[in-house]
């Protein structure tokens, strides 16, 4: 089993739709969460961090359930733009410094 | 600001051929990794380096080296290219604390 895990998609929306992705981790001591993005052949950048109060940038809502171990991602009102693949990442102790554990991505596509 | 840059962005190598990718960063960061991104496996560690002179194996490391002679620059070295090698290959940098992953461009290369 991967440590983190997401549904690879891909989700296929209307431009408009509010589309949902989840995020699930299965090591407890993880310490911090993110959602990235990454369009094709591209690197990944820092879409948003994740808090357990959950918070919100924008059209993007991220929710963090630190019981359950499960990260989610909403997106309201999606944008053509906004296509891409939305990668779960989670941040816990390496010797010496931190590990971002990535999950497969989930890809989106936003349909005109 | 360049941020994160990698050299070169393409290869195609034989197997057997040794290759050196450079990845430089100007924001002075202490940490700095190199990934590698296969379909359906997310982005993987391979090694990480927690400040000038000083390198750690991550989760594959087996058949790569990496040297960090400069604060600046991470070098990973392919020993003996082998098809399984082939992937997109990415570096990243963070400062301390609770700081955001920088990504560089990516290098793809290809084993053949």
């Known amino acids: 089993r991967k440590e983190v895990e997401q549904d690879p998609g891909p989700f296929n929306v209307p431009e408009g739709a509010t589309v949902a992705f989840n995020c699930t981790y299965s090591n407890s001591a993880s310490q911090s969460f993110f959602w990235y993005r990454q369009d094709c052949r591209k690197e990944p950048k820092l879409l948003m961090s994740v808090y357990s109060s959950g918070n919100e940038d924008g059209r993007f809502t991220a929710q963090l359930n630190r019981a359950s171990q499960y990260i989610s991602l909403l997106i309201r009102d999606s944008k053509l733009s906004d296509s891409a693949t939305y990668l779960c990442v989670v941040k816990r102790t390496l010797t010496g410094t931190y590990k971002y554990i990535f999950g497969t991505g989930t890809r989106l596509k936003v349909l005109a | 600001n360049a941020g994160v840059t990698q050299t070169p962005k393409f290869r195609v190598l034989k197997t057997g051929q040794s290759m050196t990718l450079l990845c430089a960063q100007d924001?002075?960061?202490?940490?700095m990794y190199w990934y590698r991104q296969d379909p359906g496996m997310g982005l993987r560690l391979i090694h990480y380096?927690?400040?000038?002179?000083?390198?750690a194996k991550g989760e594959v490391p087996d058949g790569y080296n990496v040297s960090r002679l400069k604060k600046q620059n991470f070098l990973l070295g392919l020993e003996s290219a082998a098809p399984s090698q082939t992937s997109v290959y990415f570096c990243?940098?963070?400062?301390?604390?609770?700081?955001?992953?920088?990504f560089g461009q990516g290098t793809r290369l290809t084993v053949v």
């Open positions: 924001m002075n960061h202490e940490y």
């Open positions: 990243a940098s963070r400062d301390r604390g609770n700081g955001e992953a920088f």
């Open positions: 380096s927690v400040g000038e002179g000083t390198t």
